[in-house]
């Protein structure tokens, strides 16, 4: 059974691009040999992650509760949690997306201001923005 599971957290540091490529780096070796996929949106200028994961339930809740546990993440809340029937995002073990270098309107189609700010969205609001992300090709690979 295949689950989408949509949290947002807080970095406690500035979001450099050091702990960015710690993160994606960890993220694709790991998700890679556990059959999950997803990406994460990155707002800089605010230190908020937005990331949505698919994959199995058993390992999508054992890699919630360690981001969970990840020091690297504050203020964690969970979006959104379903059962699906496919992928949205099975291109990605881990795509990017830097929200400062997207088009504002987009943001502003499922919140109530051109910035986002995740904890005051929807669960579906914050799964639509990011598929609508990824079929926009704003979503890419980090480097």
């Known amino acids: 059974m ?3 599971l949509v949290y947002t957290s807080r970095s406690p540091k500035p979001i450099t691009p050091e702990l960015m490529k710690d993160i994606f ?3 694709q070796k790991n998700n890679g040999e556990h059959g999950i996929t997803g990406t994460l949106c990155i707002d800089k200028s605010n230190s908020i992650f937005l990331q949505v994961l698919e994959g199995s339930r058993p390992n999508v809740n054992h890699l919630y509760n360690v981001i969970v546990r990840d020091e690297r993440h504050s203020d964690i809340l969970l979006l959104d949690y379903a059962e699906i029937r496919a992928r949205h995002f ?5 795509g990017c997306v830097e ?3 997207v088009n504002r309107s987009m943001i502003l189609r499922y919140s109530e201001k051109p910035d986002l700010d995740p904890y005051t969205m929807t669960g579906d609001a914050a799964v639509n923005l990011l598929e609508e992300l990824a079929s926009s090709a704003a979503v890419t690979s980090f480097k």
């Open 2 to 4: 295949l689950v989408r």
């Open 25 to 27: 780096h960890t993220a």
């Open 90 to 94: 099975s291109s990605w073990r881990m």
């Open 99 to 101: 929200i400062n270098k």
